[in-house]
Nanobody, 123 residues
Framework: QVQLVESGGGLVQAGGSLRLSCAAS????????IGWLRQAPGKEREPVAA????????YYADSVKGRFTISRDNAKNTVYLQMNSLKPEDTAVYYC????????????????WGQGTQVTVSS
């Protein structure tokens, strides 16, 4: 069992930065691949980034490449999403999720989900 809690969301102006954190409980956290996904009002949830259990593999959606960076600290049971050069279209609720295998994360087949944190980017 893995429980996930996101934090770090808020209101920021376009061009600004935020760092989201996904804190996990559970002894097996370090064996899970972690993804960040987002859902804007009226839109379907979409993947943003993902990181394998060791951190050696990462994935980014084209819309965030070069602006967002995903990282993890297994000693702290935490995954981060550094978001730079934010745009109004990045406004969404951001969720972190855990998948038992990297290939499942790439297929968006997640086993556990957090409650989400709101990110609002003003123009």
């Amino acid at each position: 069992q893995v429980q996930l809690v996101e934090s770090g969301g808020g209101l920021v102006q376009a061009g600004g930065s935020l760092r989201l954190s996904c804190a996990a409980s559970g002894r097996t956290f370090s064996s899970y691949s972690i993804g960040w996904l987002r859902q804007a009002p009226g839109k379907e949830r979409e993947p943003v980034a993902a990181i394998s259990w060791s951190g050696s593999s990462t994935y980014y959606a084209d819309s965030v490449k070069g602006r967002f960076t995903i990282s993890r600290d297994n000693a702290k049971n935490t995954v981060y999403l550094q978001m730079n050069s934010l745009k109004p279209e990045d406004t969404a609720v951001y969720y972190c999720a855990a998948a038992s295998l990297w290939r499942r994360a790439l297929l968006y087949e997640y086993d556990y989900w957090g409650q989400g944190t709101q990110v609002t980017v003003s123009s």
